[in-house]
Every structure is written in structure tokens, then in C-alpha cells.
């Protein structure tokens, strides 16, 4: 498993594979999980993420896109592939 | 500007409701602004004067009052904001009784907001817009929007005419191992108890709130909100998510808008240590916050240190911390202290604490200050099992009288009678309210040392559970400010304590469980003379917690019971 605490701020125009890796590191971590049991079409909840969990996730992500992220998104894309395919489709029109 | 009527505590029980206040504030000072939106860094464009807020109110009470709804429980369901403060304030012009909840989301549990909603009876449900999102089991109920509403209707209400005595809302409490209780606050109650918070914060009109408590919460709803109304004063308001997302905002906002008065529970303030990155401070001025009250939790001192060195650099004082000690049952407020001082702090001896006796020491557990009794109340220390005066050095139950305490639970006369009507054995003064938290008074201060029920008796000694927790969670950096629970399990005709502790994220992966189950044990042995039977370490975010962030400890037992708890995997030789 590869840590994902000193990963530098990313990334110029973060692809939704980018996102769905990293967004899938993130969970693995949380759970203390292998990366590869992460199914990115499960539901955030069904991984056990509670919801201040979920909203400090939002805030990491915030760091990581440096870009304005809702603290309720995790509920609204409640998958790691529905919210990395927003998020990249989001973060084109900025560029 | 001349002193406002209702600047004076003692002046206020005196048959003024709600409705008055307001009508007042908004009369004196129409352009004024109650309340603003801290979004995004800065403060929104949209404010809400005193005199919108009364006119508001007013046009959507007319509408309630046209479907007569006095006396009925209408749920609030907007989301935190401004709209939830018209909401709740037009129920009340209407002598309606209004509700707080949490609104409800999408895809969430909706077990605790339904056992709500029925035990009100609710007549209405009052939605900030017609999208808003309504869970499928209130579709019979009437409901309608706020932004439906006109201003002109305002003309069209008429004073309700009801009294101090009458209730003005039902606040739900936070302890959800049980059915859920609502408790009646009226009128007088809730004047009485703002007034009382204003006196003992030392508030003017001119002092400067900022707010992200949920306003579905006592100490949101009161001390953040009505408090700030009640002195005409200015709150900024931040949404409770965007404070958990990015803590800093907080402190933002504060520094923003200058603030004299802002605060939280104990974990606020250890999220922003945690959280807060030296970076994102620049620029930061905390030097007018004057009033930083914790309270609604136990309050660590060692947070409070922390809190303090860290932000000192940025204008923090550490007199600005305001210890306080309250419940919904008594509105908000039961104690609080002076307001200029810096905390005060009694540390005593574990070993005397576990017999209930107050010792002070040089090592030992460091209690937390909390004041004394507001304005008009009352507060004894009673032995629980005899219902007796306590010794001065004995710890024993809190019981408290003032005009804050409110009217019982809805539609609960059992569990009223025994919560709120207790009177001394041998005397038989009262009635007071008996607050189920353990405490004594050290030379006219307050210390709140744990809650009655979560006392472990083993080997026929008592033990608190907070105290166990505090003691595990010092013993290894992994544990930091993670959560932590300690209960005991009967098995085998032995009474057996358990520890089930949150592990620090940066920790899970380089964990070595041998020295920290170790460290546990050990310190547990050391401080408080335990043998830790069973460890079981989970991950952050797996112990259940009320909404307002207080560790269920007969919910965590019966899933370690029930073995649904999840530890993290560990090679089983090395628990």
C-alpha cells in the first residue's frame, strides 16, 4: 500500500481516472483497507464512511483540486466513480 | 441609545414573552443587522435587519394563524441559515410551538428524525423552499415554504395573546439510546434564560457573534442565536459543515468580523489545533474575542492550553475561555463564571474521586471550572441514593431550581416527575431538577466531574467512565484527541471493564499493536488501579456518537456484545 499523506498538491487538469485513484486511496486509507477492494461503484456509506468523515474528505479534496468543493458532495455523487467523473468534468470549463 | 428594557436579568420574568422581545428589537432598531452569512470568506451581500426579521416573522405567522395553529408543534425543516431563524420566530408570533430538527437528507437514516416527528404530533412542517427535500413519510403533513410568503402579509397578524407560561418550543435532546424527549421551554423560560446567558457573558448590544453551532441544537438555537436577538446584537452565521470541512473559517469569520463572542464544544477547539495549518492562518485576528465558551461536553483543560498556545500568536487570549455548564432541561445555561477571569482549574486526587471525595493534589485528574448558578437559580450537590445535602469535599448529583427550568418533557408525566420534580429527603425543599450529572462545589465554583449513569462500580469502587477515557487516550500519541469509550461488561459473574479506542489515522498503517495495547494497560493499572480486561482498536469515526458528539457508551457496549464492532486487524497472539 502506498501512502498518500505526502503526496504533493496535484495536478493541472486532473483526469477522472486521476481523481477515481485518488479518491480510492483516500477511502483505502480511511478504512485501513487494500486500494484493490475498493469498488468505485459502491456507495461511499456501505465502506462505513460516516458523515463527518465524508465531509472532512470533501476538505482534503479541497486541498488537493485547489478548487472550491461542497461539503455535501460526497452525498449528492455517492460513488467514487460518480464524483470523480463530476469533478472532472467540473474542472475543464475552469482551466 | 438608552438602556433597553430588558438589559437587566432581574427585570425580565416579569410576563414578557418572546414576541415582545423581538417586537421591541426590531421597534428600536429596524435597521440593524441580527444576522449575516459567513460564505466563502467573506460576508454575503444579503444580511437580515432586526426590522426584516420581525416583518417576516410576522407574514408567516399570519399565514399560520389562518389555519390555526396555536398550540400545535410545527417542525422546522429549513436548513441552518437565516430562514431557519424566521421560521422559528414566526412560530412563535403565531403561538405555535416550534420544533428544531435536523433536516433530513437524501440516502440518510431517517430512524431518529421520524421518532421525532411523531412524538411531536406535528400540524405542519415549515420548508425553506418548495425543492427542499421532504422525506416520503411526511407526506400527509400540510407544509409550506417560506419563500411562498409575501411580505405584505405581515399586516394581517394579529398577537396571539398567550402568556409567559406557555410553551414556546420543543427542544429534542441529544441522548438517543432512548426514545427521544422533548422538552418544553416556554416563553418565560427561554427569556429568562437568555437574559441570564447576556449577564453572565457580559453582552452589550454592541458585542459581535459568529455562529456555526447547528441552530437545531440547544446550545446553537440559545446561545448563539436567541442570546444575540435578545441583546439586539449583531451574529454572523456559518453553516455547521463548512466548519467541519475547513475549521479555519471559523476562526476566519471571527477575525473577519471582529468578533466579541463565539464558541462550541470541546472538540471545536481540538479540531482546530489538529486541523488548522500555520499556512491558512496569516493574518488572523482573534484579539476582541472576548467570550470563548465550551461547554456541552466534558471540558478538557488540556485542550484549552492547547487552543491557547497555539493561536496566542494570532490575538488569542486565554481569559477569553468560558467554561460553562447547562442542558436543554434547564433551557441552556446552569453555570457559568466571571467572564474577565481566566478558567479556573482544581486538580484532585483519582483515588479520592473514585470514593466520590474531593482531595485536591499535585497530580492527579485537572477539573474544569464551570461558574455558579445563574441569576434566581438554586444548585445543590445531593447524595443520589438518599437524596441528602452532600459533604462539602463529597461529589454528588447536581440539582438545580432557577426559572430557566423548563416545563418537563412532551407528553412524558412519569419521566417529568422523576427528572423534574425531585425534593430533599429531609428537608423537603424543591422541586429541582435532577441533571444526572455528578459534581461538587469547591469554594463556591462548579466542577463537573461525570455523568451519574456512566459511573463503573467495579470490585466495589466507583470509576468514571470519562475519566477512564481520559487516562487511555494520554497514554500513546496514536490516540491523541481520538475518541474513546470504557464500560463495563458482565461475564462470568465478573464484572469486566473494556476499552474500545479510536486509533489516529496517521497511525493505522505504521501500527505496532504490542507497545500500545501495552501502554493501556499500564496506564490504566497506574492511574485508576484496573485491569483492562478486553482492548479493541478501531478506526477513527467507528464509535457512536449522539448528533451533538457525545460518546454512546450503552450503544458501543451492546455492539461489542452484539461483536458488530470492527477492530482494525491485528495478528491475533497480540491481543
Known amino acids: ?95 | 441609545m438608552p438602556p433597553l428594557t430588558f438589559n437587566r436579568p432581574q427585570g425580565v420574568s416579569s410576563g414578557l414573552t418572546w414576541i415582545d422581545l423581538l417586537s421591541e428589537r426590531a421597534t428600536q432598531q429596524p435597521s440593524r443587522i441580527a444576522f449575516q452569512i459567513w460564505n466563502d470568506g467573506t460576508v454575503s451581500s444579503a444580511p437580515l435587519t432586526y426590522g426584516e426579521l420581525d416583518c417576516r416573522s410576522r407574514a408567516i405567522a399570519a399565514r399560520m394563524q389562518r389555519l390555526n395553529l396555536k398550540g400545535e408543534r410545527v417542525l422546522l425543516l429549513c436548513p441552518p441559515g437565516l430562514d431557519y431563524i424566521v421560521a422559528f420566530c414566526a412560530c412563535l408570533y403565531a403561538g405555535a410551538i416550534a420544533v428544531p430538527i435536523y433536516p433530513p437528507r437524501p440516502n440518510q437514516s431517517l430512524e431518529r428524525f421520524q421518532g421525532i416527528s411523531d412524538d411531536a404530533q406535528s400540524a405542519l412542517i415549515l420548508l425553506a423552499s418548495a425543492q427542499q427535500f421532504k422525506p416520503e413519510t411526511l407526506a400527509g403533513l400540510p407544509t409550506f415554504s417560506l419563500d411562498a410568503v409575501k411580505s405584505e402579509e405581515a399586516a394581517d397578524w394579529q398577537p396571539p395573546g398567550i402568556s409567559p407560561e406557555e410553551i414556546a418550543f420543543l427542544q429534542y435532546t441529544s441522548g438517543s439510546t432512548s426514545a427521544p424527549k422533548g422538552v418544553q421551554i416556554s416563553h418565560g423560560n427561554l427569556i429568562h434564560n437568555v437574559a441570564a446567558i447576556s449577564h453572565k457573558f457580559g453582552l452589550s448590544n454592541q458585542s459581535e457573534g459568529v455562529c456555526w453551532l447547528p441552530p437545531y441544537h440547544d446550545m446553537g438555537l440559545i446561545g448563539g442565536i436567541l442570546t444575540s436577538l435578545y441583546q439586539g446584537a449583531t451574529t454572523t452565521l456559518m453553516s455547521p459543515v463548512d466548519f467541519l470541512q475547513r475549521p479555519v473559517r471559523w476562526l476566519q469569520a471571527i477575525s473577519h468580523t471582529q468578533a466579541t463572542i463565539s464558541g462550541g464544544p470541546n472538540f471545536a477547539y481540538e479540531r482546530c489545533v489538529e486541523k488548522i495549518k500555520p499556512e491558512q492562518c496569516a493574518g488572523l485576528d482573534l484579539s476582541r474575542w472576548s467570550v470563548a465558551f465550551t461547554g456541552a461536553e466534558p471540558i478538557r483543560m488540556a485542550t484549552l492550553e492547547r487552543f491557547a498556545n497555539r493561536f496566542a500568536e494570532y490575538g488569542f487570549r486565554s481569559e477569553a475561555f468560558y467554561p460553562c455548564y447547562g442542558m436543554a432541561e434547564s433551557t441552556l445555561m446552569i453555570t457559568g463564571g466571571d467572564h474577565t477571569r481566566a478558567p479556573k482549574q482544581l486538580t484532585v486526587d483519582e483515588e479520592n474521586l473514585a470514593a466520590h471525595r474531593i482531595q485536591s493534589a499535585d497530580q492527579g485528574r485537572v477539573l474544569v471550572g464551570c461558574g455558579q448558578v445563574i441569576e434566581s437559580g438554586e444548585l445543590e450537590i445531593i447524595n443520589p441514593q438518599t437524596c441528602r445535602r452532600c459533604q462539602p469535599n463529597e461529589v454528588g448529583e447536581i440539582w438545580v431550581t432557577s426559572p430557566s427550568i423548563a416545563q418537563g418533557y412532551w407528553q412524558q408525566p412519569q419521566l417529568t416527575q422523576d427528572t423534574f420534580q425531585a425534593y430533599l429527603a429531609d428537608t423537603g425543599t424543591g422541586p429541582f431538577l435532577r441533571t444526572g450529572d455528578l459534581g461538587c462545589v469547591q469554594e463556591g465554583e462548579l466542577y463537573v466531574t461525570g455523568r451519574l449513569k456512566e459511573v463503573m462500580i467495579i470490585n466495589g469502587r466507583n470509576h468514571y467512565a470519562s475519566d477512564v477515557e481520559a487516562t487511555v487516550a494520554a497514554s500513546h500519541p496514536a490516540f491523541g484527541s481520538m475518541w474513546g469509550a470504557a464500560f463495563t461488561v458482565d461475564q462470568n459473574d465478573q464484572i469486566q471493564l473494556v476499552i474500545v479506542q479510536e486509533v489516529g489515522r496517521v497511525w493505522l498503517r505504521k501500527l505496532e499493536p504490542e507497545p500500545v495495547l501495552r501502554a493501556i494497560r499500564q496506564t490504566v493499572s497506574r492511574v485508576h488501579g484496573l485491569r483492562v480486561e478486553t482492548i479493541v482498536l478501531v478506526k477513527p469515526g467507528s464509535l457512536p456518537k449522539t448528533s451533538s458528539g457525545k460518546i454512546q457508551r450503552s450503544r458501543c457496549c451492546s455492539q461489542f456484545l452484539a461483536e458488530q464492532l470492527r477492530p482494525i486487524p491485528v495478528p491475533a497472539r497480540q491481543l
Open chain 1, 1 to 95: 500500500m502506498t501512502s498518500s499523506f505526502n503526496q504533493p498538491p496535484v495536478v493541472e487538469r486532473p483526469t477522472a481516472d486521476t481523481i477515481e485513484t485518488w479518491l480510492c486511496e483516500q477511502l483505502a486509507n480511511s478504512l485501513n483497507v487494500a486500494m484493490e477492494t475498493i469498488d468505485p461503484d459502491i456507495p461511499f456509506d456501505s465502506y462505513g464512511l460516516d458523515s463527518a468523515e465524508a465531509i472532512g474528505l470533501s476538505g482534503d479534496l479541497e486541498d488537493w483540486l485547489q478548487q472550491k468543493v461542497s461539503p455535501t458532495l460526497l452525498y449528492d455523487y455517492p460513488t467514487v466513480a460518480a464524483l470523480a467523473e463530476y469533478l472532472a468534468a467540473r474542472s475543464l470549463p475552469q482551466e
